[in-house]
Each structure stands twice: as structure tokens, then as C-alpha cells.
């Protein structure tokens, strides 16, 4: 089975889509692949679709969910006698998992480019790092799940991801920015900033891309509106690291890379 959760939920068995219309369905499939080969609870479940009103008939109505699950794996499985729906969608002692085949889950396959390319940056390995941070990130189509209702415990999923996503720019950024490549990432970062007028990480990323590049002065218009959006928004000043990178752009001190720096 093909699935995708980065971006709108898809899930294919042959060419065949065994995703249902239906929002309780799309949930719990959307539970099961982001926890694909590991079991999910039936209260987990329960607590997914219900929250904390479950009905009295809960037990009995996720049953139900489970067999339309089913029937369209059967579907999408038919001219397979060796394979069964019960096979892919298993029913275990406390719940239910759905096993795929390693590399079918496209956030599965995130995680493990991310892992890899966070490896290469430690190791100092900056190309690979990058390479791979990247392709993480292509895998993304939109927002994680886009199109299934969440309930409390996908949130939580989706947060995750999307945290790690964020990370993974940073670090994708951070890999190019050793390499050389100040000038190549301005306009991505000067994108970055605007959606995000409150990212010091960012900010910090693109002062110095632009001071490297020579653009010192719009370093420090950089910073002075992320200092304005703080001020304004949270009544806060930027952090001390980033303050310090900003007195050594005014000074036109040369700038070392952000981690020594200290700006994480």
C-alpha cells in the first residue's frame, strides 16, 4: 500500500484507493498509517473520534468503521487470493494495525531522511546534509492531513510533523548556508520571514546570508522589523544571540556561522 500524509491523505493498494468518504473512516485510517506496523488502542481510537463524550455504542460503531475500512482494501485487493484484507488491516489484542511495506508512508520516509540528514550536518558532511534535508522536504504536498477532521490525538500527530518540518528547513538552510550558498537562499529566506515575521531562526538566517552576500544594510532592516513585530506583538526584545549578530552586522565585524554564534 502507497500512502501519503503529507499533504492531503491518500492511501492506494494497486493503483486502487481504499480511502473512504467518510470523516470517522478517513480518521482512523489516518491514525492507523501515521502509526503504521504498530498497534493503535481502541481507546486511543475511541478518544480520537469521540474525544471525551464516547457513546455507549462505541465499541460496536468502530467495528463498523474497521469492516468499510476493510471492504475497500478487499476491493482494491481483488485477482490477490494470497492476500487478505484482514492481512493488511490486522486486528490485535487491544486494537488494530495496518501493515504496510517499509517505504510506503511518505512520513515514514520523512523521518528517515531527516534522521540521515541531521547525521550528515553533525558529521560536518554539508552537501549530503543538504541533499537529503531536501528531499525530505519535497516529499511535503501542503499541510499535513489537510483534507481529514483531527481530533486530539491527530493534532498532536500533526504538530509533530509539522515541528519536525520546520526543523528540517532550518537545518536544510543552516547546511547551505556552510556550503557558500548565501545569495541562493536570500529570496527563500526573505519568503521565510515575511510568513513568519516572528522567526528569530529565520531573521538570523537571513542576516547573515545578506551580509555575506553584501547586503549588510538590509541585514539590519532584517532585523529591525522582526525587533518591530516582537515589540509590537509580544512586547518582547530579541534574544541576546541575536542582538549580538546584529551589533556584529552594524559594526561590520565579519560573522561567524549561527551555531557558533550561539544562535540556535
Not at 493498494?13 to 478517513?26: D, F, T
Not at 509539522?162 to 538552510?173: H, S, T, V
Not at 538590509?218 to 518591530?228: F, K, V
Amino acid at each position: 500500500m502507497d500512502i501519503k500524509v503529507l499533504g492531503p491523505l491518500t492511501a492506494h493498494e494497486h493503483g486502487v484507493s481504499v480511502v473512504p468518504s467518510a470523516a470517522k473512516p478517513r480518521q482512523i485510517l489516518a491514525l492507523l498509517a501515521l502509526q503504521a506496523d504498530h498497534v493503535v488502542t481502541v481507546p486511543t481510537l475511541m478518544t480520537e473520534i469521540w474525544g471525551e463524550r464516547i457513546p455507549r455504542s462505541a465499541s460496536t460503531t468502530l467495528q463498523t468503521y474497521i469492516l468499510q475500512l476493510r471492504r475497500k482494501i478487499t476491493a482494491a485487493l481483488a485477482g490477490q487470493p494470497a492476500r487478505d484484507a484482514k492481512d493488511v488491516l490486522v486486528t490485535q489484542f487491544g486494537g488494530y494495525l495496518l501493515r504496510v511495506q517499509p517505504g510506503t508512508v511518505d512520513a515514514q520516509e520523512f523521518e528517515q531522511l531527516v534522521a540521515g540528514g541531521r547525521a550528515a550536518f553533525d558529521a560536518a558532511d554539508y552537501h549530503t546534509a543538504s541533499r537529503l534535508l531536501s528531499r525530505s522536504l519535497a516529499l511535503w504536498q501542503g499541510p499535513a492531513l489537510v483534507d481529514v477532521r483531527a481530533g486530539s490525538i491527530l493534532e498532536l500527530e500533526v504538530l509533530r510533523l509539522e515541528e519536525n518540518r520546520m526543523a528540517a528547513l532550518e537545518r536544510r538552510i543552516d547546511a547551505d548556508l556552510r556550503l557558500g550558498r548565501h545569495g541562493e537562499v536570500v529570496p527563500e529566506l526573505s519568503v521565510l520571514t515575511a510568513r513568519h515575521p516572528m522567526h528569530e531562526r529565520f531573521c538570523a538566517q537571513l542576516m547573515l546570508a545578506l551580509h555575506r552576500s553584501g547586503g549588510s544594510w538590509r541585514a539590519l532592516e532584517a532585523y529591525q522589523r522582526l525587533r518591530g513585530a516582537l515589540v509590537t506583538e509580544l512586547g518582547l526584545e530579541p534574544s541576546p544571540s541575536l542582538q549580538q549578530l546584529h551589533q556584529a552586522v552594524l559594526s561590520g565585524d565579519m560573522v561567524p556561522d549561527l551555531q557558533t554564534a550561539g544562535v540556535d
